[in-house]
C-alpha cells in the first residue's frame, strides 16, 4: 500500500518529507514555549500569593503597632499626670517608634500593592501568549497528524526511510525492466484491459495486480482503505471538538479580562477562520 502511495505520489513526496520534518521540528518549539509560559504563568501568579499574603501580615502588624502605641500613650499621659514630671524625651521617643510601626509597613503594602498588579499584568499576558500558542500547537499537530495519516508512517524519519526504500526499489525495478520487455508489455495490456472499465487510474493496480485475481489480497487492501477514511474522520471529529474547546477557553478568557477584548477578539477570529470548511 504504501510503495503504492509512493508511486501515485511519487513528484510530491520530496516536498512532503521536507514539509513533515519541518512542521514536527516546529510543533516541538511550540511544545517548549508553551511549557515555558505556563512556568512564567504559574511563576507570576505564584508571586501574587505571595505579595497578597505580604499584605495580609503587614496590615496586622501595623494594626499592633498602632494598637500598642494607643496603649503606651495613655500609660505615659497617665504616669505623668500621676508623677507631675517632664516626660517629654519618652514622648518624642514613643511618636518615633509608632510612626516607624505604622508607617514601614504601610509602605511596604504600597510596594506590595504594585508588585502585585505588575505580577497580574504579566499573568494575563503569559496566558494571552499561551491561548496563542495553544492554537499554533493544535494548527500543527492536525497538519503533522494528517500527514503522518495519509502516509501511514509515525514520523518524517520513518517517511524518509520508506521513501528511500521506494528510491532503492524502483532502481531495482527500472534495471530489470531493461532486460524485460515481457513485463512492459503485459503491464500496458492489463492498463488496456483495466482503461475499459473507467478506473479513475488503471496504473495503481501495476504494483497490487495480485489483488485483481486474489480475493483476500482485495479485500485487505479494501480494508486498509476504509480504516484510513474511519481514521481521518476521526482525527477531523476530534479537531473540530479541539477547536470549539480552545473557543470556549478564549470566549470566557474574554470575559473575565474586558480590557485586553481587541487581542482576544484576534484569537476568537482566527479560530473562526480556521473552523471553516
Not at 514536527?24 to 499574603?53: F, P, V
Not at 518615633?96 to 499576558?125: H, Q, W
Not at 478564549?250 to 484576534?266: H, L, S, T, Y
Request: aromatic letters at 8%; one cysteine or more.
Amino acid at each position: 500500500m504504501q510503495f503504492a502511495q509512493m508511486q501515485q505520489e511519487e513528484s510530491d513526496i520530496p516536498n512532503a518529507i521536507k514539509r513533515l520534518q519541518s512542521n514536527e521540528a516546529y510543533l516541538e518549539t511550540i511544545r517548549r514555549d508553551m511549557k515555558y509560559l505556563e512556568r512564567e504563568k504559574g511563576e507570576w501568579q505564584l508571586y501574587q500569593e505571595i505579595l497578597s499574603h505580604d499584605r495580609v501580615k503587614m496590615q496586622k502588624f501595623m494594626y499592633v503597632a498602632a494598637g500598642l502605641s494607643v496603649t503606651a500613650a495613655l500609660i505615659l499621659l497617665i504616669a505623668q499626670i500621676i508623677l507631675g514630671t517632664d516626660m517629654r524625651l519618652i514622648w518624642m521617643i514613643l511618636i518615633f517608634i509608632a510612626v516607624l510601626g505604622i508607617c514601614l509597613p504601610y509602605l511596604k503594602m504600597m510596594n506590595d500593592r504594585t508588585e502585585s498588579r505588575r505580577a497580574k499584568a504579566n499573568a494575563d499576558k503569559a496566558i494571552t501568549l499561551l491561548n496563542k500558542v495553544k492554537i499554533k500547537y493544535v494548527n500543527m499537530t492536525n497538519a503533522v497528524d494528517y500527514a503522518c495519516e495519509k502516509y501511514h508512517v509515525r514520523n518524517g524519519k520513518e517517511l524518509e526511510y520508506i521513501w528511500e526504500c521506494y528510491m532503492d526499489a524502483v532502481k531495482q525495478k527500472e534495471k530489470f525492466e531493461q532486460n524485460s520487455d515481457d513485463i512492459d508489455y503485459f503491464n500496458n495490456r492489463m492498463i488496456r484491459e483495466l482503461s475499459a472499465y473507467r478506473l479513475y487510474d488503471s496504473r495503481v493496480w501495476i504494483p497490487q495486480a495480485a489483488a485483481l485475481i486474489d480475493h483476500k489480497e482485495m479485500v485487505e487492501i479494501t480494508h486498509n482503505l476504509v480504516m484510513r477514511r474511519q481514521k481521518l474522520r476521526s482525527r477531523m471529529e476530534y479537531n473540530a471538538g479541539i477547536l470549539k474547546e480552545q473557543r470556549t477557553e478564549v470566549a470566557k478568557f474574554m470575559e473575565e479580562m474586558p480590557e485586553m477584548r481587541p487581542q482576544i477578539q484576534d484569537i476568537l477570529d482566527s479560530v473562526e477562520r480556521l473552523s471553516r470548511p
